[in-house]
């Protein structure tokens, strides 16, 4: 019996290598979360390497939680760990339910527990992505129902922990609360990985890949102006990192659409469709200290 093995050889015939490939490209920065995502997928990998040479193992607990602010990536990393796992043997399908409190809680009595069991049983084989996962705890409410889904979630999550993954996510420091108002649920979750924001640098990163996604392009001018609106954007109420950037390249095509309609009657070229210039940026109402897209400055809402 063949007492070796050649990780090299495991981690090419896992199709791993793949998955942390794509997650290179589909996000910008974030080196400790990957880093992090990389070192999950190596212990597995020597964990799958001992059961193949009849080496005691037990099965790893894979809970996670994912904390960080909007826009940080929590959502595509958990797509890409459910796939990490499938290919690794550790999940059966690999898909993703996204699930919210109100997914999770019900509203009268005998209500809440078929709600989390239908969501857990949907995502037998797969992860459970609780987003916000601090709002099923609500301190000083006896009467809340969302206790006893957390209740029916730790039970699940320790018997059937071979058959899904939960992964919650949610702010970072409402999220040490909720996990203080359950030390078991603590327990049960394995990895902590912190989403830091992007910088200002990474941000105007993003905001070039997801115009060239659809063909468009920023004028000299435009890259200045849209750093500026970078560094302003991030100073005003609710900034959710790519979230935000998308939003507001949604808002910037439309001013650009709407300059280019004024010039009914000429001929446009290719050049001219495709790009962005500085004064379809500029007219944003970020640029005086408000929010787009609401009738009352620094109101809730996206830029």
């Known amino acids: 019996m063949d007492s070796s093995i050649d990780l090299s050889s495991?981690?090419?015939?896992?199709?791993?290598?793949?998955?942390?490939?794509?997650?290179d490209k589909d996000l910008v920065g974030l080196k400790p979360v990957k880093t992090r995502i990389k070192e999950?997928?190596?212990?597995?990998?020597?964990?799958?390497?001992?059961?193949?040479?009849?080496?005691?193992?037990?099965?790893?607990?894979?809970?996670?939680?994912?904390?960080?602010?909007?826009?940080?990536?929590?959502t595509t990393v958990a797509s890409r760990i459910s796939q990490i796992l499938f290919r690794l043997g550790y999940l059966r399908k690999g898909h993703v339910v996204t699930v919210t409190r109100d997914d999770l809680?019900?509203?009268?009595?005998?209500?809440?527990?078929?709600?989390?069991?239908?969501?857990?049983?949907?995502?037998?084989?797969?992860?459970?992505?609780?987003?916000?996962?601090?709002y099923l705890?609500?301190?000083?409410?006896?009467?809340?129902?969302?206790?006893?889904?957390?209740?029916?979630?730790?039970?699940?999550?320790?018997?059937?922990?071979?058959?899904?993954?939960?992964?919650?996510?949610?702010?970072?420091?409402?999220?040490?609360?909720?996990y203080?108002?359950?030390?078991g649920l603590s327990s049960r979750v394995a990895h902590h990985i912190d989403f830091p924001d992007y910088s200002d640098q990474e941000l105007m990163k993003i905001a070039q890949l997801f115009l060239a996604e659809q063909s468009y392009?920023?004028?000299?001018?435009?890259?200045?102006?849209?750093?500026?609106?970078?560094?302003?954007?991030?100073?005003?109420?609710?900034?959710?990192?790519?979230?935000?950037?998308?939003?507001?390249?949604?808002?910037?095509?439309?001013?650009?659409?709407?300059?280019?309609?004024?010039?009914?009657?000429?001929l446009l070229n290719r050049e001219e469709l495709m790009t962005i210039e500085a004064v379809d940026i500029l007219a944003s109402r970020v640029f005086k200290g408000e929010l787009e897209g609401q009738n009352q400055p620094l109101s809730s809402g996206d830029s």
Do not use: W
């Not at 894979?62 to 960080?68: A, I, N, P, R």
């Not at 809680?105 to 609780?130: C, D």
């Not at 006893?148 to 409402?174: N, S, T, W």
């Not at 203080?180 to 030390?183: I, M, V």
């Open 40 to 74: 999950i997928a190596a212990l597995l990998l020597v964990d799958r390497a001992r059961q193949g040479l009849n080496l005691p193992c037990s099965m790893p607990s894979l809970h996670m939680s994912f904390t960080g602010r909007p826009g940080t990536g929590k």
């Open 217 to 266: 392009c920023f004028s000299k001018e435009a890259i200045s102006a849209f750093e500026d609106y970078i560094q302003r954007r991030r100073l005003l109420p609710f900034f959710a990192n790519a979230r935000s950037i998308r939003n507001a390249l949604d808002r910037t095509r439309l001013r650009q659409a709407n300059r280019l309609f004024s010039r009914m009657g000429e």
């Open 10 to 23: 495991a981690y090419a015939d896992s199709g791993v290598e793949e998955v942390l490939e794509q997650l």
């Open 180 to 183: 203080k108002s359950n030390p």
């Open 137 to 178: 705890y609500k301190s000083g409410n006896e009467r809340d129902y969302g206790v006893e889904a957390v209740e029916i979630l730790l039970q699940e999550m320790e018997l059937k922990r071979d058959d899904f993954v939960v992964i919650f996510a949610g702010y970072k420091d409402l999220m040490n609360d909720f």
């Open 105 to 134: 809680v019900g509203q009268y009595v005998g209500h809440t527990a078929p709600k989390t069991r239908e969501m857990i049983k949907r995502s037998h084989g797969g992860v459970l992505f609780i987003d916000e996962a601090y």
